[in-house]
């Protein structure tokens, strides 16, 4: 009976509106490039101390969840993770989106993401205390198995290139090490440059990594940035039903992996889509789908990153370790309440604590409604904006989003410079996945790898540290399974006579046409652009390997191990290259979309690198005008100039106030404004 009070208490009208308009803004504020869920936590925690501590939590929480199914909606319409959590999401989510399917994608997301919250909560409700257990059980080993287990994800991302996979993986990892060293705090990788100290931020990279090289090929055609299905049915909930319910053992099964790795401090919802994502495609009957666009791929990391709230909150409460930063912000929160936090917490505080859970059932619930209908505005919305205005509005969000999360200019700087350079490896076959996922787990890998290698040296038993231990070797198994499961796949389909998964085929399949039927030979082409990156990634792996020389070994073990497999994996893709093995030449284009990309990078990096000089708003208006005008194929009369142009002032006056204002960020000035 206890228990259905705290449910009527989280029912009052007063919890019920702060549960949807918490989840509401979440959902804009995660879909928002940049703008993290930790922010918004973090921004709103001073209006809810004058709230009853149960209320004031369930604000927190559905800004919490609704932040992290935001940013499934960049993730599916803009190939940009609007949290760490979607990085997953942008697998096959864009690739629905582009050919048609963004509402069902999007419809797909929010079902799944509900679900997955719903067991997440539950999990919090009912297995707290022995679930907190889990957590503790974890240490270094784990962890770095772990980190390793998301990198198996590779083999599956890059089929028919697992090489330049492997390759971008380890640029990724050397990204991650940039700075302070998280173990020994030795300086390294930082080229003596100053604003490389704090080290390379992971959202102004995914920023940069996937929504630049997107926004340079927006201006290179006048075709649109996404297909409209003539057939469309509005949400598609019907046919989304029916895909989830077919899929329900993913759905259940990603749910589980989100809530498990919810409550390990420090993983949260970014590993737990890639692991849950990795497990999806080798359980899948449909394996050389994902990554073109499957359904289930989508329902895999949208389920697994909104289980992790419940989860995350886990040790929180119960431990007083919180897992994510946002859930440090309410813990804080609660602190200030006059909350002591602890395994007694569920008897000295029941009514918070339960009335809080309930309310975050109940915010999950209302994802379903509020997600829905912003999920149909936002991708009508995004279908018939206008090219010369979605290009600079996307840039200008990517601005926005990279400065916004410590008011650095040099994180935008980073986010263009990053982009532009993800642009280029992506034409000779280096997607930015790989570099994406050693980016996200590279500190991760590192902190578990040299702690147990310091505990293994102390001890006098090294490798029964890594491999001695029933946790850790689980995880081994599972990311050996993971790593050779798409290889075995594809030698089933070479048993079985069907088109198999090998390089060729796959090039073949994504580029039917550059690469005709009798593609072999036109496949052995000699590729001198991969050979030219092959050569500066062996100088990139010396140089880090050199940095190495002046480290502690604590700092310098990892980037050395990660330096010769660079130099290694390079050696072996040049030989390759030379013999023309596994290589594909980038895809012809025409001299009128290059000059586009090149002009509008061009005023890209004049406008980040012109923020200091010019201040914010001014030059974030020229730029956004300057790509007005480069963006637009068709003559348009002085009319609908003159309303793009105020629509453009709107929106740089808008967000910087937004800026100024209300988050109180550092924005530079100007001699405007």
Not at 167 to 185: D, F, P, Q, R
Not at 292 to 316: C, L, S
Not at 490 to 507: F, G, N, Q
Not at 620 to 649: D, G, H, K, P
Request: net charge neutral; aromatic share 10%; glycine share 10%.
């Amino acid at each position: 009976m206890e228990l259905l009070g705290y449910f009527l208490h989280a029912l009052t009208p007063l919890n019920l509106l702060l549960a949807l308009v918490g989840v509401v803004l979440g959902t804009i504020i995660g879909a928002l490039p940049g703008l993290s869920a930790t922010m918004a936590v973090a921004v709103l925690v001073p209006f809810t101390f004058t709230m009853d501590p149960a209320s004031g939590m369930i604000a927190l929480g559905a800004i919490y969840t609704g932040a992290i199914y935001g940013g499934a909606f960049a993730a599916i319409l803009v190939n940009t993770p609007g949290t760490p959590s979607s990085i997953a999401t942008t697998f096959d989510g864009y690739p629905m989106a582009r050919r048609g399917d963004g509402g069902l994608a999007v419809t797909l997301a929010t079902l799944a993401s509900v679900v997955g919250g719903l067991v997440g909560a539950l999990a919090l409700l009912f297995l707290a205390p022995p679930l907190a257990r889990v957590a503790l059980a974890f240490g270094p080993p784990e962890y770095f198995w772990l980190a390793i287990f998301g990198l198996t994800l590779i083999a599956a991302l890059s089929v028919g290139n697992t090489l330049k996979g492997l390759i971008g993986a380890c640029l990724g990892l050397l990204l991650s090490m940039v700075g302070v060293a998280v173990v020994g705090g030795d300086v390294r990788l930082t080229a003596g440059v100053p604003a490389f100290l704090g080290g390379i931020d992971v959202v102004s990279a995914l920023i940069g990594l996937y929504c630049v090289p997107v926004i340079l090929d927006l201006v290179a055609t006048n075709r649109g940035h996404l297909d409209f299905a003539s057939d469309d049915k509005g949400y598609r909930l019907l046919e989304a039903m029916r895909i989830a319910w077919a899929s329900k053992f993913n759905v259940i099964r990603s749910s589980v992996i989100g809530t498990v790795i919810g409550i390990l401090p420090g993983a949260g919802g970014s590993i737990a889509g890639l692991v849950s994502y990795t497990e999806a495609r080798r359980a899948s009957p449909n394996t050389a789908n994902f990554g073109k666009g499957e359904p289930d791929g989508v329902i895999a990391t949208e389920a697994a990153n909104n289980a992790t709230v419940g989860g995350g909150f886990i040790p929180t409460l119960v431990l007083g370790i919180p897992g994510t930063p946002p859930d440090a912000i309410i813990l804080g929160a609660l602190l200030v309440q006059g909350i002591k936090i602890g395994p007694q917490l569920f008897n000295s505080e029941a009514d918070i604590v339960y009335t809080f859970i309930y309310g975050l059932l109940i915010a999950t619930l209302l994802m379903l409604p509020a997600g829905l209908l912003i999920g149909r505005y936002a991708y009508r919305s995004i279908i018939t904006f206008p090219k010369s205005l979605l290009v600079p509005t996307i840039a200008f969000l990517t601005v926005v989003g990279s400065f916004a999360i410590h008011s650095n200019v040099q994180d935008a700087q980073m986010m263009f410079v990053l982009g532009v350079i993800a642009w280029i490896l992506d034409r000779y076959g280096f997607q930015p996945s790989p570099i994406v996922l050693g980016l996200v787990l590279g500190q991760i890998a590192e902190q578990g790898f040299v702690q147990t290698w310091l505990i293994g040296n102390a001890t006098g038993n090294l490798l029964g540290m890594y491999f001695g231990r029933p946790i850790s070797i689980a995880i081994i198994a599972a990311a050996v399974i993971a790593l050779c499961y798409p290889f075995y796949a594809e030698w089933r389909a070479k048993r079985r006579r069907s088109v198999p998964l090998t390089e060729i085929a796959a090039e073949a399949e994504a580029h039917p046409i550059d690469l005709p039927a009798d593609s072999v030979p036109a496949a052995r082409v000699r590729d001198i652009g991969g050979m030219t990156l092959a050569v500066i990634f062996i100088v990139v792996g010396g140089l880090a390997l050199f940095d190495t020389s002046r480290m502690s070994m604590m700092g310098s073990v990892f980037p050395r191990a990660i330096s010769i497999l660079l130099i290694g994996l390079s050696l072996t893709l040049l030989a390759l290259s030379f013999l023309g093995r596994g290589v594909r030449p980038p895809k012809p284009e025409t001299d009128a979309a290059s000059r586009r990309r090149i002009i509008l990078a061009v005023i890209f990096g004049l406008w980040v690198f012109a923020i200091p000089l010019l201040g914010f708003a001014t030059s974030s208006l020229i730029a956004f005008v300057a790509m007005m005008f480069l963006a637009e194929y068709e003559r348009q009369t002085a009319v609908v100039w003159l309303r793009r142009t105020a629509t453009a002032v709107a929106t740089v006056m808008i967000f910087w106030l937004l800026m100024s204002e209300v988050l109180l960020l550092r924005v530079p000035s100007g001699f405007l404004f």
